[in-house]
């Protein structure tokens, strides 16, 4: 395992913004006490709905299962499983199956996914708890660009994908690496996972996501894990996780599905994600959006404990919008937020870990848009209980782009979630009744005890707002938070140290990889 | 009474994105299915802290006022009021009293005040419930400054503050004029009033709030209501607000205290608002700082009960932190955040409607990091059950200043906020169980029944936000939220048309502001 080969001595030098061991000095956005290997949440769930509403959505997406059923393409051995379990199947074309599944069978087979789970990283301090009241911030996932700060969009590159594994490494509010932070694609189509799952394995010593887009791929991935961490503690721990996309509506692609079987065979973990557009993939109505989402991910979930019982498996959810004038995606917007709340709630109730939202935002620019949709969406991650937050930083464009600038300026919201979710504590210490009476009325209270001992703890402290007066905000040159972001990940790149990797095993891995490049041609599709 | 000399041919004529009767267009933002004088929440509150943590913050805030107790300043009335109300009370200096309340005497007193009231305004369609289910946005109040959107500072002007109240009237999204939206520099401290009152009345014909700098000020916004309502509507409704300030920690300044007594003894609303920078007036922990913002506001209410029983009285909480390495003031953060939410459990508790957070920002620029802590801030506002919410639109620079972009901003984020206290709908046509079944599995949904039923009014489309492909929004120009705002709002004014006010009546406002300007000479102090 390699978090037995870290040698102690090195373990200290990791650089300064990712341990959470260094001292406190006086640049903002320290903020000692808050750091965590991934939040443990203090304050209750939003929950949105009553519980007749609830039986309502589940009842639906029961009917959904039973009535209409979905689709698997392909995969033969997907459809076979989910037969032997009891499911029916009718073959509608060549390679296409309708499989229905009777009320509550899904739940049924669910009881031996597991509520709450460890994915390790190769730093075990950085091992992430997903489920229960935990809750784990990633990176965004899946844009083909990159936004520039002036607004040109350009393809993403390995080394966009290397700086932002960096960046993310670097910012003590993120917890997990993330998955395709961005396309490589100066990368062959068929090559890119071994470059991707390196670049987190190398740059980062956290929890990271393996590639999906083929079963070989996702077996690539994990068998480059088990050079990483040992094939037997793979075989034994959740040390990757698998993103799939069912093919809204109610489809299981072949690819999918066969990846899906990779990994729960693997007992590495899997998230089954509808990616609903509503009006488009799923109803324009939240209520009916939210129970396809349930019985899409739901029986998605399924197929995992079909596989390897006790497989680790995220229900999850992405619910937008749209621009009904336009038809233009819209994501940041007020339903979806409330559809991810009820997300949470559905999620507790069947008892599964759940992926829901994240710093969405249709912007082209790090501004005040962007910045008020990513809030809004995450702000429903976070009080509807979500365990992964996938999407948590950088995310523009309607997930066309991914943006550096904003990648700096959502890890720093993200610190501010930090505090969030710690919520109030009241005792009489907090209460502070004596920091009143010390003075008495009319009096300042900065020489109180209580100030005092308190005032290294008591607030957030942004490293990237301005909280300056204007006066020395302007003598500074009058930089909006999209400039200071853009110096800030420039900052930190040059700075940037790779945490330690035990040689040999970086050989192994670097062996592998050209061995697999080598094995076949290029491919670009 | 105003509102019956409005001629029905005139009331169409008021300007159209104001009134929320036009038809819709194809130009965006239009929302007419959202469009409400008030919002009437259909979500739940966010509930952040159990029974007995609310009941020790309580026993607190009553400990603070039995203990410590207040200190009145200057006035005689207040404190013979609170006397003779059972308070014990002791000179501790040339006019000033330590008044101390024993434990659930406030409570007591209370017991009249009601716990939703009217304000009405001189259009009927435009009044506003305070209290209950009611949430009412009003503009930001009292900046000196305008920041304009290069970042430059300058003095607010009465232009500008005409300006902001046309802005505000334009807006669909906002239900209230506010009060001071800038200061009005370019006018004499003690004729100020006089021109706001005025433009408010003049340029919106919603509620607004009157001014609270010195009793007689506070006497002439509601004599010019009087002019406006007529004399025997006032007595018998509320028709102004003042919003006073108490003095933190625990200090009743005489002109507040007369101005209260002014607003009260007419039978008028007044807001009770503790504004508690963390660390320097309150202590520096949330839960000490919400049980002294209690103790404050409610015996600041209680006053008006003893002028005259059954006025109406608003709680209020102002909750803001600081950089603790800096000194300077934060606004936007978590923590007061979570303040404003136990302030909304605390106000349902005592029954009575509450003022709390805003689109709070430190921020000297409409960008990323300005509407993201005017999302958190707002959001503890709406999901904490905040009935008024002053700083609704426009806040920057720690209330330092008034920005016309953000208020634009402020005001399309408000109205999304329309659309989230709408909830979800869970019933069969919402659940689209149809909509899913009409074309099955891997069929988009555009063209189902459901989805033309319901695609006009499904989603919340935004005036501001630019959500359409990258490659139209680079054609256009690239303009970020802050520019796109600063054109808009521009063009607002361009087209703003005033509501139909009586010419007899405005002669008798002009007269009565005339009379008094005559009778002193300007004082800038």
Chains 1, 2 share one sequence.
Not at 472 to 483: F, I, M, P, R
């Amino acid at each position: 395992m390699i978090h037995d080969a870290v040698p102690p001595a090195k373990s200290g030098r990791r650089k300064r913004r990712g341990s959470g061991h260094t001292e406190r000095s006086s640049e903002p956005g320290q903020n000692l006490h808050l750091r965590v290997p991934f939040i443990t949440r203090n304050i209750p769930t939003y929950d949105l709905l009553d519980e007749g509403s609830l039986e309502k959505i589940e009842a639906t997406a029961d009917r959904i299962l039973a009535e209409i059923g979905i689709e698997v393409r392909e995969d033969e051995e997907t459809v076979r499983l989910y037969r032997e379990a009891g499911a029916s199947v009718t073959e509608t074309a060549a390679k296409a199956w309708r499989v229905k599944f009777e009320p509550g069978m899904i739940r049924e087979i669910l009881q031996t996914a597991p509520a709450e789970f460890t994915q390790h990283a190769r730093n075990p301090a950085n091992n992430v708890q997903i489920g229960g009241k935990a809750a784990v911030f990633a990176p965004s996932y899946g844009s083909p660009f990159i936004l520039d700060a002036d607004g040109t969009r350009r393809y993403g590159t390995i080394l966009d994908f290397e700086n932002l594994v960096k960046l993310g490494q670097s910012s003590p509010w993120l917890h997990h690496s993330g998955g395709t932070i961005c396309e490589p694609t100066d990368v062959p189509v068929n090559k890119r996972h071994l470059d991707m799952v390196y670049a987190h394995m190398r740059y980062s010593d956290r929890g990271f996501l393996g590639s999906i887009t083929a079963p070989e791929r996702a077996a690539d991935s994990i068998e480059m894990c088990r050079i990483l961490f040992g094939a037997e503690f793979v075989d034994q721990h959740c040390v990757i996780m698998g993103n799939f996309n069912t093919t809204s509506p109610l489809v299981l692609d072949g690819v999918t599905a066969a990846g899906i079987r990779t990994y729960a065979a693997a007992g590495q973990g899997s998230i089954h994600l509808p990616f609903l557009l509503g009006g488009a993939v799923s109803p324009l109505t939240m209520a009916g959006s939210v129970a396809q989402c349930l019985a899409e991910s739901m029986s998605s979930c399924a197929l995992t404990q079909l596989v390897r019982p006790g497989a680790p498996a995220v229900l999850a959810g992405f619910l937008s919008s749209m621009s009904l004038r336009t038809g233009s995606p819209t994501f940041g917007t007020p339903e979806p937020a409330l559809g991810s709340l009820v997300m949470g709630q559905l999620a507790r109730r069947i008892n599964l870990p759940l992926r829901c939202a994240g710093n969405f935002s249709t912007s082209k620019m790090p501004d005040g848009q962007a910045m008020q949709q990513a809030m809004m969406s995450m702000m429903s991650a976070i009080q509807g209980g979500a365990n992964y937050i996938l999407h948590s930083a950088g995310f523009l464009d309607g997930l066309l782009s991914m943006s550096y600038e904003k990648f700096i300026l959502d890890s720093d919201m993200c610190g501010a979630l930090h505090a969030y979710m710690k919520g109030m504590e009241v005792n009489e210490d907090t209460l502070a009744f004596d920091a009143l009476a010390q003075f008495g009325p009319g009096e300042h209270l900065f020489a109180t005890d209580h100030t005092l001992r308190h005032y290294q703890t008591a607030y957030w402290d942004s490293g990237m707002n301005d909280d300056q007066p204007w006066e020395t905000w302007a003598e500074q040159g009058k930089e909006d938070s999209a400039l200071r972001a853009n110096k800030r990940w420039k900052k930190i790149l040059q700075e940037f140290e790779a945490p330690y990797l035990d040689p040999a095993i970086d050989g192994a891995l670097k062996d592998f990889i050209a061995q697999h490049k080598a094995s076949m041609p290029d491919a670009w599709y």
